[in-house]
């Protein structure tokens, strides 16, 4: 039976990915920051699939906490199965000016998305090729090809290091996927008091479709998943067309966007 450590794992695109393996009968880990919320979700799953979930309350932005989530990817015994799937999907948007004084939203982001996407990646990735098999999942975004901001900046270093580590692990019988969602809708944009009414409706994907079609993508062995022929579309527009129009484009949808209704919630962080 296989085991997926899901970071983020509570929520959004994380749920998401927890439930479809719940149902495909594959064991659980999840880590998450909020204790009550982790454990309700994770009683739900063991009474519904009759599955092991493995809690890990953890704070990515905390290294002691990334320390145990990277011992976790690299034990193997009767008490900790071996973590043959890992899906780094922990993340928040960084909607925070980069030339601001205050730079401690974007050291965060730092820590969740780049920090612990490489200690993780890193870890599973050495003891997934020394049993010769594994999956790596690295939730990324199209926006990585976008100079938006800085989650963009953060984004596209996902992408391009998931692309370098299958590179790294090629022939080692460990897969790896860089997932590159659109716009999904979860509590991430909530978190981040946007209000998303400059998006149109169609653009928009549930996590649960988004969590299909990444997994029948990691079945074909796809290196690069991009859900949804409309973002497929997108992204390759986006990879290719000149810089300056792409410049020119990125200018004129940051100022609609920012010109939106802010939602009554407006916490900044939180799972994907």
Known sequence: MHRALITGGT???GAAFAREFAK?????????????RLSRFAQDLRSRYDIDVEEMVCDLEVVADRDRVEARLAQESSEYPAVDILVNNAGFSVRSDILGEDLSLHDSGIDV???AVLHFSNAAGRAMARRGKGWIINVNSVSGY????????????????????AVRLAGSGVHVTSLQPGWVRTEFHQRAGISGSSIPDFLWLSPERLVRECLQDVA???????????FKVLALLARIAPRNIMHS????????????????????????
């Open 146 to 165: 976008l100079p938006q901001n800085n989650y963009s900046a953060i984004k596209a270093w996902g992408n391009t290091y998931t692309e370098a580590l």
């Open 11 to 13: 929520s959004g695109i």
């Open 24 to 36: 495909r009968r594959v064991d659980l880990v999840l880590v998450a920051r909020n204790a009550d």
């Open 113 to 115: 998305m780049i920090r």
């Open 249 to 272: 484009i990125v200018a004129w949808f940051t100022k609609r966007r920012n010109s939106e209704k802010p939602l009554s919630q407006s916490a900044t962080k939180g799972s994907k």
């Open 220 to 230: 074909r062995g796809k290196l690069i998943s991009v859900p949804s022929k409309r």
